[in-house]
């Protein structure tokens, strides 16, 4: 690159060109895609069941970001930057998707109107209207229960997408046929962790083994349709979770063998939680740190 | 005792340094295996470790806003962000490498403060528009430092700061973009961008470094070519720059003596506040402390994960996991 050049680039702020040396663009997620929801599929339920699976990103992108500046190597400093911008780009996705479809619940009351639907769902929203899950609003505890939270969190989900890439909504499907790609490979990324710990060294082995222990127990509420996914399974929308359990089941038991892990017994199953609006402490937690600075300034423009 | 060697006369070291010599005078670049003197080698690590080191503790003052970043677009613009800062960080190590330093090495010399990083990174981050201002102002600077570097005489010091430049020059627009937007929003948030500016101003000059007078290492970096300008020229260089572009953001910097010479075409500017920048260097600053000890539990708090994975490695030999 030529000096001059650099210093002109700096100058004319304007443009915008260039890049970063990760990840794209990032303006509006939905942009020239066609929102129209096809016959026969309730908008209410569509927008319900968009916000679960955008709620489970979000507030997983915001656990994995608290390990920015504070993990193991420079390596995984960039890799969990790339997991946290997938799911933050999934997140952004699925809430526009809902916000399109009219699903905002309480958000617009407190939002003005000059903030898209993405923000005014992820930043106005009290805890109770999230429908995130347990399993990704648990504290991280140490690298290895965050390795097996992700490698939980990513089976799962990768499950569920790798069957709504035939959803009968379009703008789903293309969703679920992105993050599939992304999915993978934060499920490899885990994955190979998971063994390197669970064979690693003696205190590895125990923090894995502890982590397998926090971790199970919040597998516990996700395979248990709530009447939402119930009613968009039949219609060829959204995936039935409990048609997931065993292949996630079969994976996670994989892992952990291949990581000379013990593997627990799969948890009871306690029905849906989290995608009801019943959250514990931690995400409220999660959500002030998240929402404060928007919400003391709702008029302002970012 | 020696070790065994390949029998060979030992090379006349007055030979190699005039090779090393019509080198740079040819303007040519220096490669990892070429002979260089003991002088240049050192000075060079320090150069490039304090620059990777500055980039990974420049993840930490913007860091502190990517879980509170007040939109899911400046959450991504940010988190992207400082991933690019630890990819510099890695390609920079990895030149430093190619000198014989060793990263875990020079990981300890920061965390011991055997070393140093750019001192601007000991400011606090206070609110969200200082992201702003960090990108324009703060690598805004630093590409103006750096710019050169892309013509260091060491060829992988040079190549990486090319694709540093590269990626830093967007994240400069991304700032200031940040900027204009939070201008065109509420008197609120103007306010939050001129005080950002009147905190970061001073400070961002500083990171030029000493005036040339008292700038000791300079003449001899020169003339090895890992340094193209000076300290001052630099400075003067950012200024001018970044006048216009404050009267565009409609900001002012807190500098009453700050006025165009048209006699010299270059802006004139009031005196830096040399006590300030010896202090903040010499371990001082708002920030010392709390940064290095953020390091340093990334460091030790994560040490078992990095015993483990080598661990494994060593157990699964030739096997990929």
């Given at each position: 690159m030529h000096e001059e050049t650099v210093y002109e680039a700096l100058s004319n702020a304007h443009d915008d060109e260039g890049h970063w040396a990760f990840g794209t663009g990032f303006d509006e997620p939905l942009a020239g895609v066609d929102t129209t929801v096809p016959d026969g599929i309730d908008p209410a339920d569509l927008g319900a069941y968009c916000l679960m699976l955008g709620d489970d990103a979000l507030v997983l992108a915001q656990r994995l970001t608290q390990w920015i500046t504070n993990a193991p190597e420079l390596e995984e400093e960039v890799a969990i930057g790339n997991i946290g911008l997938d799911l933050l780009g999934q997140a952004r996705l699925l809430l526009a998707r809902a916000g399109s479809v009219g699903v905002l619940g309480r958000s617009r009351d407190l939002a003005?109107?000059?903030?898209p639907d993405e923000d005014a769902l992820a930043y106005f929203r009290d805890a109770d209207e999230f429908r995130s899950t347990a399993l990704v609003e648990a504290p991280n505890g140490d690298f290895a229960r965050t390795m097996l939270r992700l490698l939980a969190a990513a089976t799962v989900r990768l499950a569920v997408f790798a069957r709504l890439r035939d959803s009968r909504d379009p703008v789903l499907a293309a969703i679920a046929a992105k993050g599939v790609k992304e999915l993978t490979y934060h499920r490899d990324h885990a994955a190979r962790w998971v063994l390197r710990l669970g064979d690693g060294t003696e205190e590895s082995h125990r923090r894995a083994q502890d982590g397998v222990a926090a971790v199970w127990p919040l597998l516990a509420d996700l395979f248990t349709a709530t009447d939402v996914e119930t009613r968009l399974a039949a219609a060829g929308?959204?995936?039935?979770p409990a048609g997931v359990r065993d292949e996630v089941r079969d994976v996670l038991t994989q892992v952990l063998q291949r990581a000379t892990l013990s593997v627990p017994e799969w948890p009871a199953e306690t029905g849906p939680r989290g995608r009801l609006g019943e959250h514990g402490p931690e995400l409220t937690e999660l959500l002030d740190t998240l929402q404060g600075l928007a919400r003391q300034h709702p008029a302002a423009t970012w | 005792m020696s070790a065994p060697t390949l029998e060979r006369p030992a090379p006349d070291e007055a030979a190699l340094l005039e090779q090393f010599d019509a080198t740079l005078a040819a303007d040519h670049r220096i490669e990892p295996r070429d002979w260089m003197p003991e002088g240049y080698r050192k000075t060079l690590i320090r150069q490039v470790a304090q620059h990777a080191h500055s980039e990974i503790i420049g993840m930490q003052p913007e860091g502190d806003w990517l879980l509170a970043a007040p939109s899911l677009r400046r959450k991504s613009v940010l988190l992207a962000k400082v991933q690019d800062e630890a990819g510099h960080g890695m390609y920079l190590y990895s030149a430093a490498e190619t000198l014989g330093a060793d990263r875990a090495d020079l990981t300890d010399k920061l965390v011991e403060q055997k070393q140093k990083y750019s001192s601007i990174f000991n400011y606090p981050t206070l609110s969200y528009a200082d992201v702003g201002v960090i990108g324009w102002l703060v690598d805004g600077a630093a590409i103006c430092n750096q710019v050169p570097l892309c013509r260091s005489s060491y060829g992988p010091y040079a190549r990486a700061m090319i694709r540093i430049c590269k990626e830093e020059s967007f994240h400069q627009r991304q700032g200031y973009e940040l900027l204009m937007t939070m201008m065109r929003g509420t008197d609120e948030q103007r306010a939050m961008v001129q005080d950002a500016v009147d905190r970061w101003w001073w400070p961002t000059l500083m990171m030029f470094g000493p005036p040339d007078e008292h700038s000791p290492n300079t003449a001899q970096s020169m003339a090895w070519g890992i340094k193209r300008h000076t300290n001052d020229e630099l400075r003067q260089k950012f200024v001018d720059m970044s006048v216009p572009q404050a009267e565009v953001l409609g900001v002012t910097f807190p500098?009453?003596?700050?006025e165009f010479d048209p006699e010299t075409g270059h802006y004139r500017f009031g005196k830096l506040d040399w006590e300030e920048f010896k202090r903040v260097v010499g371990?001082?600053?708002?920030m010392n402390a709390i940064r290095l000890a953020r390091r340093r539990a990334a460091r030790d708090d994560n040490a078992w994960v990095t015993e483990a994975a080598t661990a494994y490695a060593r157990k699964h030999e030739g096997a990929v996991a």
């Open positions: 003005t109107d000059s903030i929308v959204a995936v039935d | 500098d009453p003596e700050l371990g001082q600053g708002p």
